[in-house]
C-alpha cells in the first residue's frame, strides 16, 4: 500500500511537473490563454444585449448606402471613422448586430494574444489583467470602438520596445491609435511626445537627429488632424463652456476621483444598475476623493523612468480635464488613465535587461510597496472585471433583444414599429429595419444627435397624427416605448372607448428589469377601428 501510495504520488508530481512545463513554453501557454478568454467571451456576448450606444455605431454603418454616406452620417458622432469602417464591411454581409459583437471579442481576443505573448510582465500579472474590469468586461463585451485603443497601444508598444529608432513606424501606429477614439488620441498625442519628440531631442537639438523627426511628425500631425476635423463639430457641441478649470482643493478632488475611478472601477454591487457605478464612491465619496488624492502618488511607487511618469500624469492630467470640460464621466472614459499606467510600466521594462525586468518575480530588483501596489489594483480591477461579467451575464443589459424576440414569437415582425426617438435605436438593430419615429415624424434608425431626445414621447395630437401616417400603409402597427403611455392618452385610446379617435391600442407586454435605467420597453398593438 506504501509502495502504490509512493506510486501514486510520483504520478501526480509527474503530471503536474509536466502541466508546468508545459505552460512554461511562452508561445503554448499565450495560445491556450487565449482561447480560453475567447471562449468565456463568446459566452458573455451571447448574453450581453446591446443599448443604444452599441447600436448607434452599428445603424450607422448599416444605413450608410455608400461610403460617402458614411462620411456624411457620422458628423454627428464625436468619434473617428475607424470603428464606422470595421462595422459598414460587416453590416453589408449580414443585418444581425450579432457578427459586430463577434467582431468585437475577436479584436479583444487579439489584443489578450498580443498582451499575453509580448508584455514584459510576469504570468500572474498577465493573467490578473485580463481579468480586469476594463480588458474582460467593458472593453469586451460591450461592442464600442475602445478596444481599438488598446489593439493599437499594444500594437505600438511591442514596436517600441523592439525597435525605438524607428520613428517613422512609431508615429503612424500612433496615428491609428490617434484615430480609434478622443481619449486614444490624447494617449498617442502624449506618447508622441515624449517617446519621439522628447527622447530625440534631449539628446541635441541641433543635430541630424533633431532633422529626422520633421517627417515621423508630419506623418504624425496628419493623421491626428484627419479626425479632429471630421469630430470637430460634435466635439464642440459637447464642450461644457460654463465649465470653469479653476485650481482649488474641490477641482483637485474631483481630478483625484478621477484617478481613482479609473485605477480601482469596482462598481457598486447593491445597485442593480451597477454599470457606471463605483462602489466606494456611492457608498462614501469623501473618502473616495481622500483615497484618490493619495492614489494620485502611486505611480511615483510603481514607475521608475521619468518618461512613465511623464506619460502617466499627463495622460490623467489631460483625461481629467476631457471629463471636466465635456462632462461625461462614465467609466470607459477613465479607463484609459489605468493603461497610461500600463504603458508607463512597459515602457520602464522595455528598457531593462531581460533577467532584470522590474515586474518579474524577484525581491531584489523590485521594492515591496511598487509589487504591493500594482497587485492592489490588478486584484481590485479582477474582482470588478469578474463580477461585472457575472452581472451582465444574470440580468438583461438592455430589453431590446427580450422585446424583438417577443415580436418574433408573436409574429409580428413584418408589422411597422413605431418608437420615440432614440428608444427605438436598440429595437431597430435587432429588428434589422427602420423605425418610425415619433419626434421627426418619418422612419429612422440611428439618432441624429442635433435633435431632442430626452422629452416625453409624444401627446394625443403628435400620436394621433403618426398613426394616421402609419396606419395609411397597414393594417396595424407596433408602438414601442421606454416609458409606459399616459393615463390620458389611455382613456382616449385603449380598448377605442371614444368616439373622438379612429384607432385603438392593446396592451401588449412589457419588458422591465433592464441594467440601463431607459432600456426597458412597452410594447402596444394600434389598429384602426372597424367602421
Known amino acids: 500500500m506504501q509502495l502504490g501510495g509512493k506510486k501514486i504520488i510520483l504520478n501526480q508530481n509527474f503530471y503536474l511537473d509536466s502541466i508546468k512545463r508545459y505552460l512554461r513554453h511562452k508561445a503554448t501557454s499565450s495560445i491556450l490563454i487565449t482561447v480560453i478568454f475567447f471562449i468565456v467571451s463568446f459566452i458573455g456576448i451571447q448574453h450581453h444585449e446591446i443599448w443604444m450606444d452599441e447600436a448607434q455605431a452599428w445603424l450607422l454603418s448599416r444605413d450608410s448606402a455608400n461610403l460617402s454616406a458614411l462620411f456624411s452620417n457620422i458628423h454627428i458622432e464625436g468619434h473617428p471613422i475607424t470603428w464606422y469602417l470595421l462595422l459598414y464591411v460587416i453590416s453589408k454581409f449580414s443585418l444581425d448586430p450579432f457578427f459586430m459583437q463577434l467582431s468585437h471579442i475577436g479584436l479583444s481576443t487579439l489584443a489578450a494574444f498580443l498582451f499575453i505573448r509580448y508584455s514584459p510582465f510576469n504570468f500572474n500579472i498577465k493573467i490578473l489583467f485580463l481579468l480586469g474590469y476594463y480588458v474582460f468586461y467593458e472593453y469586451n463585451l460591450i461592442s464600442r470602438n475602445y478596444i481599438l485603443c488598446l489593439l493599437f497601444l499594444y500594437v505600438f508598444l511591442i514596436v517600441y520596445s523592439r525597435n525605438k529608432d524607428n520613428l517613422i513606424l512609431h508615429a503612424i501606429l500612433l496615428g491609428f491609435l490617434a484615430n480609434s477614439h478622443l481619449i486614444g488620441m490624447i494617449l498617442a498625442g502624449i506618447l508622441f511626445l515624449v517617446l519621439v519628440l522628447w527622447n530625440n531631442l534631449k539628446k541635441s537639438f541641433f543635430s541630424f537627429e533633431t532633422r529626422k523627426l520633421l517627417l515621423p511628425t508630419l506623418i504624425f ?174 440580468y438583461p443589459f438592455s430589453q431590446a433583444k427580450a422585446c424583438n424576440n417577443y415580436i418574433n414569437s408573436k409574429n409580428l415582425g413584418k408589422l411597422p414599429v413605431v418608437s420615440h426617438y432614440c428608444a427605438g435605436t436598440a429595437l431597430s438593430a435587432y429588428l434589422q429595419k427602420k423605425v418610425y419615429y415619433t419626434s421627426i415624424n418619418a422612419y429612422g434608425s440611428f439618432c441624429d444627435w442635433s435633435y431632442p431626445y430626452d422629452h416625453p414621447c409624444c401627446n394625443y395630437e403628435q400620436l394621433t397624427s403618426v398613426l394616421e401616417s402609419v396606419l395609411a400603409k397597414s393594417d396595424s402597427t407596433l408602438l414601442i416605448f421606454h416609458e409606459p403611455i399616459a393615463d390620458s392618452l389611455k382613456s382616449k385610446f385603449l380598448n377605442g372607448r371614444t368616439q373622438n379617435t379612429n384607432f385603438r391600442l392593446t396592451h401588449l407586454q412589457n419588458f422591465t428589469g433592464s441594467v440601463i435605467r431607459n432600456e426597458n420597453f412597452y410594447a402596444y398593438l394600434a389598429f384602426r377601428r372597424p367602421n
Open 221 to 394: 500631425a496628419i493623421l491626428v488632424i484627419i479626425p479632429l476635423h471630421q469630430m470637430s463639430g460634435a466635439v464642440i457641441s459637447n464642450v461644457n463652456f460654463h465649465s470653469q478649470l479653476e485650481f482649488s482643493f474641490q477641482a483637485l478632488s474631483r481630478g483625484a476621483i478621477v484617478v481613482y475611478k479609473g485605477l480601482f472601477p469596482f462598481p457598486n454591487i447593491k445597485d442593480f444598475h451597477f454599470w457606471n457605478t463605483n462602489y466606494l464612491i456611492s457608498m462614501m465619496k469623501p473618502l473616495a476623493g481622500t483615497i484618490g488624492m493619495l492614489s494620485i502618488l502611486i505611480p511615483l511607487f510603481v514607475i521608475k523612468k521619468k518618461e512613465g511618469l511623464l506619460i502617466f500624469y499627463i495622460n490623467a492630467f489631460l483625461t481629467s480635464v476631457f471629463i471636466f470640460i465635456t462632462q461625461m464621466s462614465a467609466t470607459r472614459y477613465v479607463g484609459m488613465i489605468f493603461f497610461g499606467l500600463v504603458a508607463s510600466l512597459w515602457i520602464d521594462d522595455s528598457n531593462e535587461e531581460p533577467h532584470k525586468s522590474q515586474l518579474q518575480e524577484n525581491p531584489y530588483f523590485r521594492p515591496i510597496l511598487s509589487k504591493f501596489f500594482i497587485y492592489l489594483i490588478l486584484l481590485v480591477q479582477a474582482s470588478a472585471g469578474v463580477v461585472a461579467w457575472v452581472s451582465d451575464y444574470r
